[in-house]
């Protein structure tokens, strides 16, 4: 699955993908530097992008202050950056009373409550989040899985057939087993109805599904998740604050994803925030099902 990237042809659409940024309320501290760091690095390479994705923990602990930090940083940068859509991450609201910690993530982000879609320029994003203030794990109702097949099926305005075009999702927590980061001895899976996802995801294997909370670096075992047509194909996307390795041990650093969408594949690049590179480890190509069957 690893790749070039492709000379000659325009994708049609391109993101980026960043997680895990746990802004303190100190503006000095090293991870809103690396926040920062990041952002600048999107105003650069970002051009013509489509938005960037954030999959959660986007503060350290969900505190007001550090919400006004991430404000801090964002506007600084904003005018040069395409729209910022988040998730919601256990750090973000997993202390402290639920329904104000919920009250202070959508009014401080803008998202519309736990969960929500979005179709931009023709392809469908999708953000899941926790339904309960969890210290780790996520708690996905019934009510939102539901949602999440609902919208899994809906059809492209332009016709398309529906399982062939590539599905973007969204979760904080990975499922277990799959990701770096989310073997069972590893332990920062986090799914509590890790087996009804599954079960929903099977039905879809054209979705891309992209997770964070583990920190991983991208060039760690299994940063990918094959789904060989049988479910969707799973993403790590590491931290812009901090990274972790094979090694169970923590590691200074700062990565994340740039995407491009090609008409028969997608291309998921891996880019390192402090040295201002592509990691050669983390470039996949996911064929998309059109090509396979067409």
């Known amino acids: 699955m690893h790749t070039n990237n492709p000379g000659g042809q325009a994708p049609l659409l391109t993101f980026q993908i960043i997680t895990d940024?746990?802004?303190t309320a100190d503006p000095a501290h090293e991870y809103n530097l690396n926040f920062e760091r990041a952002l600048q690095d999107l105003a650069l390479h970002a051009q013509g992008s489509s938005g960037?994705?954030?999959?959660g923990d986007i503060t350290d602990h969900g505190f007001p202050d550090e919400y006004e930090e991430v404000q801090r940083i964002l506007k600084r940068?904003?005018?040069?950056?395409p729209?910022?859509?988040?998730t919601l991450g256990n750090h973000d609201v997993g202390l402290g009373h639920w329904e104000s910690r919920l009250a202070m993530y959508t009014s401080r982000t803008g998202a519309p409550g736990p969960y929500h879609d979005h179709w931009i320029g023709g392809y469908h994003f999708i953000f899941l989040g926790t339904e309960e203030g969890l210290p780790a794990f996520c708690n996905l109702s019934s009510e939102q899985l539901q949602w999440l097949e609902r919208k899994l099926g809906e059809q492209p305005a332009d016709g398309q057939a529906a399982s062939a075009q590539p599905i973007f999702l969204f979760l904080h927590q990975p499922l277990k087993n799959t990701v770096a980061g989310s073997l069972e001895s590893q332990e920062w899976y986090g799914v509590t109805q890790d087996m009804e996802l599954r079960s929903i995801l099977a039905k879809y294997p054209q979705t891309l599904l992209f997770t964070g909370h583990t920190h991983w670096e991208l060039e760690a075992d299994n940063t990918i998740y094959p789904g060989n047509e049988e479910t969707a194909t799973m993403f790590n996307c590491a931290s812009?604050?901090?990274l972790w390795t094979n090694a169970d041990e923590h590691k200074d650093g700062s990565q994340g994803y740039y995407v491009e969408v090609y008409s028969d594949?997608?291309?998921?690049?891996?880019?390192?925030?402090?040295?201002?590179?592509w990691i050669e480890a983390a470039c996949y190509e996911v064929p998309s099902l059109l090509k396979k069957h067409g």
């Open 240 to 242: 812009v604050a901090y």
């Open 52 to 55: 960037i994705m954030h999959i």
């Open 77 to 81: 940068h904003q005018a040069v950056l």
């Open 265 to 277: 594949r997608v291309l998921v690049r891996g880019r390192d925030f402090t040295t201002g590179s």
């Open 21 to 23: 940024t746990h802004v």
């Open 83 to 86: 729209e910022i859509r988040f």
